[in-house]
């Protein structure tokens, strides 16, 4: 709690600072200098607020577009889902159209000349590497040399271990026969 003669000494700083600001003039003055200062703010007011009302119209302008094209975004992405949908339907059908087709040719040519050992190590040769050079092009990234090798490391890696795999299964079949 203070004491006081502190709160003397407080009243009396604050007496100090506002004793000034106490009006000294006349009434008469006083109502000059009101009237004076109500002008100023009616030549403010005349100035500032048609801007405001301009603001506020934009504001509302601009939130109503807004509004609008919120909604035309909403309708539109309705509208590429389906489009995603029958892309994927169709690059699936296309995927799986070409195995079938694949499929067929490769039956037909073990039907009509039938592979020997070293004819299928090389076919799975060639394939791992038109795989490779595939992958070579698909994967050429012109700003660094390493992106490049990465990624046709990445994205070639199951075809050369399929291809070591068939082609030591291969060998092996040719040995085991007499």
Known sequence: ??????????????????????????????????????????????????????????????MATNKELRQKLEDNEHGHEWYWVVLASAIAFGFGSAIYCLRGLARFIKRSRPFSPARKQLCVLVSATSWTALMVLANWNPSHPINALAGVVVWSLPAMLLAAILFWWYRRSETQQP
């Open 1 to 62: 709690m203070r004491s006081p003669s502190t709160k003397i000494l407080a009243l009396t700083v604050v007496l100090a600072i506002y004793e000034p600001a106490l009006p000294s003039e006349s009434p008469s003055n006083q109502l000059a200098a009101c009237q004076k200062e109500l002008k100023i703010w009616k030549d403010w007011a005349g100035t500032n607020v048609p801007k405001y009302n301009e603001l506020v119209d934009d504001y509302d302008r601009l």
